[in-house]
């Protein structure tokens, strides 16, 4: 009876070990590597605000340099990259949507044609809980536009949330769903100037 709950622990105890060996900690290279490889993508994601409000809608990647999302009814904001720049649609706006260089947000980090994460000084922090590697990252030439930091998941390598810290220290947290890569997205979608007409700007 002794041997047999020593050999069933001994078993748990390997399947636990091999758990574990599965998970490992990303190397940068690894990180840039699955964002430079990443094309299209699209999703559900849910946003946490800095109030701890949430909203959810859906979440449309063309790297480099377009996203968007889409928010769900009854929020009827939009943001928007396309053509270096990122608009923010606010329905009570009445001066049409707030419009910054894409260069100078904290997205430029994971929108860039060439995401290269071991760059110097553009990664400065990297941790891994057991499960996920997190790495937090901002522009060197423009680090008073805030940070970004990237949670990713391994085996496989996924993009699973992001949180920008602003200039001010706010912190806006976009937690992704299941992604489904490689497929076609139309060009229009990020289009800022027809989006501005669809709302009358």
């Not at 990713?152 to 200039?167: E, G, H, M």
């Not at 976009?174 to 501005?196: H, K, P, Q, S, Y």
Request: aromatic share 8%.
């Amino acid at each position: 009876m002794m041997k047999r709950i020593l050999f069933t622990f001994a078993v748990v105890a390997l399947a636990i070990y091999a758990g574990a060996a599965t998970a490992q900690q990303l190397s940068l290279a690894q990180i840039s590597q699955y964002l430079n490889q990443l094309e299209t993508a699209q999703g559900r994601f849910t946003q946490v605000n800095p109030d701890g409000s949430q909203i959810a809608g859906t979440i449309y990647i063309k790297r480099p340099g377009r996203i968007r999302f889409e928010y769900d009814p009854p929020e009827r904001s939009m943001v928007i990259a396309g053509g270096g720049q990122l608009a923010v649609f606010d329905p009570r706006s009445n001066t049409g949507p707030d419009r910054y260089p894409l260069n100078q947000t904290p997205l430029n980090v994971i929108l860039q044609r060439d995401v290269n994460l071991e760059r110097a000084r553009m990664v400065t922090g990297q941790s891994y809980d057991g499960t996920y590697t997190t790495v937090t990252a901002r522009d060197p030439d423009n680090a008073e536009y805030g940070a970004i930091q990237l949670v990713f998941s391994a085996n496989p390598i996924a993009l699973r949330q992001w949180v920008i810290t602003d200039d001010i220290g706010t912190r806006t947290t976009v937690v992704l769903g299941d992604l489904v890569t490689g497929g076609r997205i139309g060009d229009i979608l990020f289009n800022i100037r027809a989006e501005m007409r669809k709302w009358g700007n």
